[in-house]
């Protein structure tokens, strides 16, 4: 088991700035990436972005490149998502994930191993 803990969510003002966390635990030697996924009220759970466990590689969807910027800390276990210029679009419950699957990055919800139970991001206007 890889049990993982988001936090750093929150409500921010439309243009501003959060950063979310999530610690990870447990058979991280398992791990080949790191993803973090956002669910809207009434809307499916979407890919947001995803990184190599070792760091080495990176993806983004289109719709937050250039505002989103995913990072990880291995001597903490931690991975980042670094999130700028905040849309009402971004509100979201916003969630870490983990998958052992060798691959692409553009990471698919049943792909993922490991959840964490989400954080509630608001972007007012």
């Known amino acids: 088991q890889v049990p993982l803990i988001e936090s750093g969510g929150g409500l921010v003002q439309a243009g501003g700035s959060l950063r979310l966390s999530c610690a990870a635990s447990?058979?991280?030697?398992?791990?080949?990436?790191m993803g973090w996924f956002r669910q809207a009220p009434g809307k499916e759970r979407e890919f947001v972005a995803a990184i190599t466990w070792s760091g080495g590689r990176t993806y983004v969807v289109d719709s937050v490149k250039g505002r989103f910027t995913i990072s990880i800390d291995n001597a903490k276990d931690t991975v980042y998502l670094q999130m700028n210029s905040l849309k009402s679009e971004d509100t979201a419950v916003y969630y870490c994930a983990a998958t052992r699957s060798v691959g692409m990055l553009k990471l698919r919800v049943s792909a993922m191993d490991y959840w964490g139970q989400g954080t509630q991001v608001t972007v007012s206007t």
């Open positions: 447990g058979r991280t030697g398992r791990v080949y990436a």
